[in-house]
């Protein structure tokens, strides 16, 4: 079984009814306090597609991280709020049990799904020009990390900076919060809803970019939306998405990241923002 | 008392603790079948402001819309889940009786506050080159909607079109879905974040602008981001904001659109993301 697939592993509650789901913090996707935030955003996704009043597919999905998920089992609750004719409204908590066992919230979240019908459309954000995978080094920066092993990411621009020099990146010119790379699950898994929530928040923090300096920082609000349908996420397949994410404010504690997600046809797969704590 | 604080007069219910309030739909900010999605979110964020528990100022907003909001009574509750060392998140639900007195959800919504402390700041994204307001003309659309009229527009580009002849707006040159326009309340008010929030959704919907015709639109979730402290909205008074929005997808039923708002003075106030269904 693919890690991604261990990670998103739920059981139902016995006789708590639909929706609330037991799971294990995955050691597979673990950053420095817990797993990787897109791992837990994955999760939250998850509860709610298995869900069996689901109505159609993910349109909207909000993580709002109050606390590190620890290591062993959390419980996710996902409730249907909501169902209209073609939508339908979600909210889902995650808690983990503290030392004397009463459960703390870890994330509040709203998912909104839709029975999709086809329209008049168009990609108005072009993917950029930029060299085929196979042509571009894998990242070599230190992947102690856990989930940095889960993911074979290419940079094209604005990798992790060799050097922390305090140096900032201020070419008025440039965009200096800007990374873009290839990025696929690895090893290679066809995307899905879960997956490209996860593939959504791989871009490290823009202050590290911008600064050159590693100091503290967190999500704290993420935010995904899903541009594509299950056929266009299964005429992806196993190949490279190009990912870029910028900031557009850095402001006493918290800065903000944009990102987009294309597959290699060019179809913008998913857009996301969040908005990061930083020190300092 | 200025129109803004009339929509978002909230009484609390007796005997109900703290953070259950009970509101009127604001008929000065109507939209087509309710007011304004932007009163609603000023409304949501709001309940969370005058909450006892309050930590610090807004972060993050996010509002999902479940249903319209219909004309008379509607009862928000804001519930602090969790509140740590410098952040503390909420959810908050808007709920309005049926026919029969049932409670239905409206809205599904996450806030974010926080104690901001000076940091290493920096606007990656300078305000564009604009006349100043003086010299902009005011929007000149028929302004028969109620919340219309509770907004001084003055467009500098992508005004809603003159003409609906269906002739799709793609010079590849351009940003196709770019509008750009001065805007505060009317009559002026001192900006706040609730004026904020609400004024990060004055964008119409980009799928009008983009293929020039009427269809069908409703925002679905909508998210905002602060970056902006009081001491900043203070320095900002009642002065014009520069407004920006813009979509990057319209795909099969639903796209999204980025906005930026800045003051006078450049400083990026907020940045907001929604996902909007259209029909055809």
């Known amino acids: 079984m693919h890690f991604l697939d261990q990670a998103l592993q739920l059981e139902p509650v016995p006789g708590a009814g639909d929706g609330r789901w037991t799971g294990t913090a995955s050691a597979a996707y673990w950053n420095?306090?817990?797993?990787?935030?897109?791992?837990?955003?994955?999760?939250?996704?998850?509860?709610?597609?298995?869900?069996?009043?689901?109505?159609?597919?993910?349109?909207?999905?909000?993580?709002?991280?109050?606390?590190?998920?620890?290591?062993?089992?959390?419980?996710?609750?996902?409730?249907?709020?909501?169902?209209?004719?073609?939508?339908?409204?979600?909210?889902?908590?995650?808690?983990q049990a503290d030392a004397d066992g009463a459960p703390q919230t870890l994330t509040t979240a709203t998912v909104v799904t839709a029975a999709r019908r086809e329209t008049w459309s168009v990609n108005d954000t072009p993917m950029p020009d930029a060299a085929p995978p196979e042509a571009t080094e894998p990242r070599t920066m230190d992947n102690r990390l856990a989930w940095l092993q889960r993911y074979d990411m290419r940079p094209l621009r604005g990798n992790v900076p060799a050097t922390w020099d305090g140096q900032q990146n201020d070419d008025p010119a440039d965009v200096a919060s800007l990374s873009r790379l290839w990025v696929r699950d690895a090893p290679p898994r066809p995307v899905d809803f879960p997956a490209l929530a996860a593939m959504s928040d791989v871009f490290y923090p823009r202050a590290w970019l911008r600064r050159r300096k590693l100091v503290p920082a967190g999500t704290v609000s993420f935010t995904v939306y899903f541009h594509a349908d299950s056929a266009q996420l299964g005429a992806t397949g196993e190949g490279f998405l190009l990912g870029q994410a910028r900031a557009q404010a850095f402001r006493n504690g918290f800065f903000d990241q944009s990102a987009q997600l294309w597959n290699q046809a060019g179809v913008l797969l998913a857009t996301s923002h969040q908005i990061v704590y930083y020190k300092e």
């Open 32 to 95: 420095m306090v817990g797993p990787f935030g897109g791992a837990t955003a994955a999760t939250v996704l998850q509860s709610v597609l298995r869900h069996p009043a689901l109505l159609g597919e993910p349109i909207a999905l909000t993580v709002n991280f109050a606390a590190a998920l620890g290591s062993g089992a959390f419980t996710v609750d996902a409730r249907p709020v909501r169902t209209n004719r073609s939508t339908q409204h979600w909210t889902v908590e995650m808690t």
